[in-house]
């Protein structure tokens, strides 16, 4: 169901001579500078803002719950794939927060704990654990909330001949990707055996739905389809405020410094 919506809200836009049209559904207008945003499969919009707060929206644009830490240095990344279990990534302190649905905090990992101390990224496995990387061990890892390391990759300086900083890691389809702005994007297995590195460069953020890759640069937004290793794109705002967008739920979400729009992707 959720790559049919989709299919329906997003692909139908690079299929030349279709009419296609974006609705405004809603405008939020934001108090503070944001910085980047994730979404959930219900629809919900999470943004992280340049103060270290995180303030989560509904798909109406109706704030839902809010917080902040001001002890575990910039909070870079957000993982909602689980609305039930968003995680935070802080990698100047090598820290993850676990919150609930309602932004409480639910636990908090010391990644230092486990000698990772240049952690990278980080992100939820499917089954509740947690991938993570950390430039020094160049290493991606699966871990649990206790810390013992369930999978582990070799080191990936002599997989891939350099070093990589991968700034996310996505488990999609039992498939690991994680997605490093200048040197592309990595694919593993469930096992954290490198399968194939694609270059797909200065990425801001990916999602996956099938086969499809979605990503937005600064300038366009790209569907790259890896069954035909082909790429479609659409400009973006032309606004020197616009940060980067994300499609779910049948919604287009447009984040600006000091505005969220929310779209519907109309055909005629």
Known sequence: MRMYHFCICFLLLFIPGKSS???LLYQKPLNSAAKSMTTDELGNVYIIFKDNSLVKYSLNGDSLGNYRSIQNGDLATV?????????LFYPEYGKITFLD???SPKNEMDLKKLNLFQPTAAGMARDGNIWVYDVQLAKLQKIDEQLNVMQQSDDLRSATG??????????RDRKIYTVDTAKGIF????YATI???MDLFHVKQLQVFDHTLVYSTQQKWISYDLNIMKE???????DPEFIMARIEKERIYYLFTHKLQIFRTIHN
């Open 162 to 171: 350099d070093v990589l900083f991968p700034v996310q890691i996505l488990d």
């Open 187 to 190: 694919v593993f297995d469930q």
């Open 195 to 197: 399968l194939t590195n």
């Open 232 to 238: 479609q794109t659409l400009p973006l705002p032309d």
């Open 101 to 103: 649905r309602m932004l």
């Open 21 to 23: 049209a974006q609705e």
């Open 79 to 87: 993982d909602a794939s689980n609305p039930l279990k968003l995680l």
